[in-house]
Nanobody
């Protein structure tokens, strides 16, 4: 069965950094895209970043460009989201999701991803 599990959330001060992990099981990253989404209280879930498992190409939401970096370790079957210069508005539950993907550029549409993790909480405040 296809499973993804997030980890690495926590509490950080503004300007700080966190690295989220998304461990995949039941499939290999080749042929899949991994998306990162987040949902803050009272807001809709939004796409943050995605990475294509085959070639590592990435897409970022405008709100995180230059601050967040997605990467993959195929040997560990794990995708990472490095989050730097965190802001209070980055606080949310972060989800990773997997979807079959054979194109060169991934997308931040939730409907493209069929397998979702339970989420990991990121809190940003002084």
């Amino acid at each position: 069965q296809v499973h993804v599990v997030e980890s690495g959330g926590g509490l950080v001060q503004p300007g700080g950094s966190l690295r989220l992990s998304c461990a995949a099981s039941g499939f290999t990253l080749d042929g899949y895209a991994i998306g990162w989404f987040r949902q803050a209280p009272g807001k809709e879930r939004e796409g943050v970043s995605c990475i294509v498992g085959t070639d590592g190409s990435t897409v970022y939401a405008d709100s995180v460009k230059g601050r967040f970096t997605a990467s993959k370790d195929s040997a560990k079957n794990t995708v990472y989201l490095q989050m730097n210069s965190l802001k209070p508005e980055d606080a949310a539950i972060y989800y990773c999701a997997a979807g079959n993907w054979l194109f060169s550029q991934c997308v931040l549409y939730q409907s493209a991803y069929g397998y979702w993790g339970q989420g990991t909480q990121v809190a940003v405040f002084s």
